[in-house]
């Protein structure tokens, strides 16, 4: 039941400024760590990505949804995401700020620095 009730929360602000995942935030931590309502919560703000628990933070999937929506999502992203050429890529062409976040070694990569110098 709590499950369906957050799910409606965070769809229904569609359209909405969001607060940077308002309604993801102040959820309960079971809800946090639930996969669907953070893919649809960072479909709708990428910087929800933030109130996700840790282990969806480093899930590859969330992140490049988080990151396609708001490339500066990429600073809450966990483990070794922030050297995933992929999902680096999709950040900077987002919003290429966002290769502040990214790792030393893609910093450093013509490609990557291209991209960003684009957006």
Do not use: P, Y
Not at 70 to 89: R, Y
Not at 93 to 103: P, S
Request: proline letters at 0%; aromatic letters at 4%; charged letters at 25%.
């Amino acid at each position: 039941e709590n499950w369906e009730i957050m799910l409606l929360a965070v769809a229904s602000l569609t359209g909405t400024h969001d607060c940077h995942g308002a309604a993801l935030r102040f959820s309960a931590d079971s809800l946090k760590a639930d996969k669907a309502i953070v893919m649809e919560a960072v479909g709708q703000n990428g910087l929800a990505l933030e109130f996700a628990a840790d282990l969806l933070k480093s899930d590859k999937e969330v992140v490049m949804k988080a990151v396609r929506q708001e490339g500066s999502a990429l600073q809450h992203a966990t483990g070794s995401l922030n050297a995933d050429k992929t999902i680096v890529m999709e950040s900077v062409g987002q919003n290429g700020l966002a290769l502040e976040f990214a790792a030393d070694s893609l910093k450093a990569d013509k490609d990557m620095v291209m991209k960003a110098v684009r957006k």
